[in-house]
């Protein structure tokens, strides 16, 4: 199953809207050097998609979807389980049990489901309000030793913390504590038009972000009309310039080089010229992510799913029936 010398990661991604480079920046990239040294779990969290209105068409083919994006991005199969949240019943079952656990008030402080809900908290679904409980369950039924994620999830893996706690003080030892694990640059992109939001599929105008799967021409003319900030230099200064700090980011990892070289680089360069190269990096970043994106066909990534759920299944089975019978419901 899992090498008990080897310590865990599990994180996921929903399928809903589009992946963005801020998504596989601050979360995917990062988990592919930590395949080689942890027992590394990827999900694709199809239960928290459904917390918002989704196409039922739609939603089945973006399941398929997230598994390329994890290939494209360098996750190998062989080494990491890829598997979907809705095969393994558990989820669902733990997320039951811990939400006798999890406060209202606890829930109330997520600035996800505040920022989600906007104005018309009473109308959402109680899924929404939930969310952070059936992420938690996740977390905690592979006993996780920690989760990596982008800078907008950290109050949800605080939350399961927090959670797990509680559980083991009122029922005693039973639940792992996660750590949080995030991109010390990178773990919140910003958006192109706007450096002082997130980059979001959700933004309102696409030029916000890059989506993984925007032609790489498209992906190179949005760097072009990336706002900028007042000045002329490349300098890294995320107070004073949020925009140019933000596309020094983007370039310094994916073109692996670090921000001071990058800096020096374009001493005595405008912006135009960084604009320009940095449009080719993303040109040809996509260009390979893509070729690796389209070849495999949905059979195989269907295998994938298939294979990664049995293999964990009974991880997560042996934790829900512990807990079970800590809260006194196993009879047998
Ligand atoms: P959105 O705000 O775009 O709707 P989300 O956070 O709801 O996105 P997910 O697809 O579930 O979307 O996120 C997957 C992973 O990507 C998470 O680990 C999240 O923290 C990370 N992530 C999302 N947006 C960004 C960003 N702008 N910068 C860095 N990481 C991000
Ligand atoms: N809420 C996360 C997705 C998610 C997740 C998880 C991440 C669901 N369950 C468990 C890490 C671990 C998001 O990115 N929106």
Not at 118 to 130: P, W
Not at 132 to 156: C, F, R, S, W
Not at 309 to 325: C, D, F, Q, S
Request: aromatic share 8%.
């Amino acid at each position: 199953m899992t090498n008990a010398n080897k310590q865990t990661i599990f994180s996921g991604v929903q399928p809903t809207g589009n992946l963005h480079l801020g998504n596989y920046l601050g979360a995917i990239s990062q988990w592919v050097p930590m395949q080689e040294q942890y027992n590394a779990i990827f999900c694709v969290v199809d239960y928290h998609a459904i917390t918002v209105k989704q196409d039922p068409a739609d939603l089945n083919k973006r399941i398929v979807e997230i598994v390329r994006h994890y290939l494209a991005s360098g996750i190998n199969p062989k080494k990491s389980v890829i598997f979907q949240q809705s095969a393994i019943t558990a989820h669902t079952e733990l997320a039951w049990i811990l939400n006798t656990v999890a406060r209202i008030s606890d829930l109330k402080k997520m600035t996800q489901f505040k920022d989600k809900a906007g104005k018309d908290q009473e109308n959402v679904s109680v899924g929404l309000f939930d969310y952070p409980v059936l992420m938690a369950a996740d977390i905690l039924l592979y006993n996780t030793d920690a989760v990596p994620v982008g800078e907008d999830q950290k109050q949800h893996v605080e939350l399961c913390r927090d959670l797990a706690k509680r559980f083991n003080h009122q029922f005693g030892e039973t639940f792992k504590i996660p750590e949080v694990i995030m991109r010390k640059e990178g773990a919140r992109i910003m958006g192109l038009d706007d450096p002082t939001k997130k980059m979001s599929k959700s933004a309102s105008s696409p030029v916000n972000y890059i989506a993984l799967n925007d032609t790489p021409e498209v992906a190179a003319k949005k760097i072009m009309r990336a706002t900028t900030d007042s000045g002329t230099e490349i300098k890294y200064d995320k107070e004073n310039k949020p925009a140019i700090a933000n596309l020094l980011t983007i370039y310094s990892l994916l073109d692996n080089k670090t921000i001071k070289e990058l800096e020096k680089q374009y001493i005595g360069k405008g912006y135009g010229d960084f604009k320009k190269d940095l449009a080719e990096v993303v040109k040809n970043f996509l260009v390979k992510y893509q070729e690796k994106y389209n070849s495999y066909t949905d059979e195989e990534i269907k295998t994938i799913l298939k294979q990664g759920a049995k293999k964990i299944k009974p991880i997560a089975e042996e934790v829900l029936n512990k807990v079970k019978t800590k809260i006194g419901i196993n009879i047998n």
